[in-house]
């Protein structure tokens, strides 16, 4: 299973390479949002909940693109039946899919949140380092595992550029607000970590609970 | 040498092979006289029958009093004389379990390849197959035949695993669909409208990919693009290349893991004659697979079919030996 979806993951990242479908979009999409926050809201900098709020709102919008194109070349291109026709457990796709989502959302990180310190951030990010980085990582956890599942359920049907952001963002509500909370003591002048622990075990939590949960249905959702 | 892992041909090897030893391992029934790994004991099997034969002639010369031994040697002797009549001039050919060693020419030593019973299957309220009943020997060629919307695709995903049947029953190389749909995967080649290979990969890399969900060694590879002709633009993306190059490689991803059991939807649409004869071994009948053809081209598809089946709006309309004219009344 490990080795079937290290075949398929591997497929996936040399398509984004070749295509640059994806992260690209992705990444201009955030950038493009913390402009129009920056000019949409008149104001030179923000702090503490709103820069929170701004910062994880767009990475989900973000997401909700990745998500869309999760399964764009199996779906175009036959890779689907080509998955079914291999001898290879389901949830081996689902690992490949969650862990190339994964990895889009970090490419993504890397440019849109030193952009966002920039463009919107008042205190700066770098005596909090670790910790958000933690919290970008469990967080990005959650939505690859959300992400997968619900790209898998909306390839088959008509309307996936709909059903993808309609079953998404719901789910992934607790993500939201688990990652801005934990966020928000680092975004503000006087950072310090307030129930940091609370959040991570929180966001932990939902991981756990998301990957098992996805790794259990994930067969259902290919039957025809 | 002997068949390494099949219990039969090694036994088979240390004694004498007679009717006995055949009738209790149907597998030596099937050995190709190609692959020499598994043709010894059949030629021993030719050895044993000579020497009958000469004891045959030597009690008729010198000893004819001696009717009892005279009686039991040439027992022996018709005996081996029609194991061997089977096996070389019938020109039928010995089934193993392994797929390297299958065979070919519709002999049906063993459970049928595929067995459809009453096969129905559904798109929401449209009856897409209905009552579709049929048998497929091992190694034999099975034409599906009628006009477009007649249900032929949808047999064959349903074959490959693809599709669930909604009634009837259906068995594919011992595997009962859809409850044991797991074990099909790995014993079916598919080759239908679609060459299910990434545009933005080459070739190789696609095979590759293929592979590597097969667990097939990647050496193979580089053997099937130089059987499909493709060696010389194999590392070029899938877009740059012709439809018909892509059915090539298509056709490679098909039978990348040496399937018993090819499903060919049109497999030689967008071939050349050349590229089509290339491809010849490894999808055509010499390739002794069993095989389910998908075509529009009744005469092409007839002359190279064990059995035909006919299908009009989903409902069987034949199924077995069929002359030409009868099939071409599907189109009309």
């Known amino acids: 299973m490990i080795a079937a979806a290290g075949a398929i993951l591997r497929k996936d990242l040399r398509l984004e390479l070749r295509t640059k479908e994806s992260v690209p979009a992705m990444t201009l999409f955030t950038l493009t949002v913390y402009v129009l926050f920056h000019f949409g809201l008149d104001r030179d900098s923000l702090d503490g909940e709103l820069a929170a709020g701004v910062l994880w709102v767009t990475l989900l919008l973000a997401a909700v693109i990745g998500v869309s194109r999760l399964f764009a070349a199996e779906r175009e291109q036959g890779g689907i039946d080509a998955l079914l026709l291999a001898p290879v457990d389901r949830t081996s796709l689902f690992l490949a899919k969650g862990a190339a989502l994964f990895l889009f959302l970090v490419a993504v990180e890397v440019v849109a949140v030193p952009a966002f310190g920039l463009l919107l951030l008042g205190p700066g990010l770098g005596g909090a380092l670790p910790e958000l980085l933690l919290i970008l990582a469990l967080g990005d956890i959650g939505i690859a595992a959300v992400g997968a599942l619900v790209a898998a359920l909306a390839a088959e049907t008509r309307a996936r550029e709909l059903i993808a952001p309609l079953l998404l963002l719901p789910l992934l509500v607790p993500v939201l607000i688990a990652c801005a909370q934990a966020t928000e003591p680092f975004l503000r002048p006087d950072q310090g970590p307030e129930d940091l622990g609370r959040w991570l075990t929180l966001l932990t939590l939902y991981d756990v609970v998301f990957v098992l949960l996805s790794v259990a249905v994930f067969d259902y959702l290919l039957e025809d | ?332």
Not at chain 2, 81 to 96: G, N
Not at chain 2, 138 to 167: D, I, Y
Request: with cysteine; aromatic share 4%; net charge negative.
């Open chain 2, 1 to 332: 040498m002997v068949a390494p892992g099949i219990p039969e041909v090694e036994a088979a090897a240390g004694e004498d092979l007679g009717a006995g030893s055949l009738e209790q391992a149907p597998h030596l029934l099937a050995v190709v006289d190609h692959e020499p790994e598994v043709a010894f004991p059949i030629r021993r099997l030719r050895a044993t029958l000579c020497q009958h034969q000469e004891l045959v002639s030597h009690v008729d010369e010198r000893h004819s009093a001696q009717a009892p031994a005279k009686l039991e040697v040439e027992q022996a002797a018709v005996e081996g004389e029609r194991l061997v009549e089977v096996v070389y001039l019938q020109h039928h050919v010995i089934y193993a379990d392994e797929a390297r060693h299958r065979t070919s020419i519709g002999f049906a030593a063993m459970d049928p390849a595929i067995e459809l019973q009453g096969l129905e299957r559904r798109y929401g309220e449209r009856v897409a197959l209905a009552g579709v009943t049929v048998s497929v020997p091992r190694g034999a060629t099975l034409a599906v035949l009628g006009a477009n919307g007649a249900g032929k695709t949808t047999l064959l995903r349903v074959l490959a695993g693809l599709l669930r049947p909604h009634a009837g029953t259906a068995r594919v190389l011992d595997a009962e669909l859809p409850r044991e749909r797991w074990k099909v995967p790995a014993q079916v080649g598919y080759l239908g409208h679609e060459p299910l290979l990434y545009r933005e990969l080459s070739g190789r890399e696609n095979l590759q990919y293929h592979a590597r969900l097969h667990g097939v060694d990647g050496s193979r590879v580089a053997d099937l693009l130089a059987a499909v002709g493709m060696e010389r633009r194999a590392d070029e993306p899938l877009r740059e290349l012709s439809r018909g190059m892509a059915q090539r490689l298509a056709a490679a991803r098909a039978v990348l893991h040496d399937p018993p059991l090819l499903l060919l939807d049109e497999p030689r649409a967008h071939l050349d004659p050349a590229a089509a004869e290339l491809l010849e071994p490894l999808i055509g009948r010499a390739s002794g697979r069993t095989r389910v053809l998908v075509s529009h081209d009744v005469d092409g598809a007839l002359a190279e079919a064990n059995l035909a089946l006919g299908l009009r709006a989903g409902r069987q309309v034949f199924a077995g030996a069929v002359e030409a004219e009868a099939a071409r009344e599907l189109y009309r």
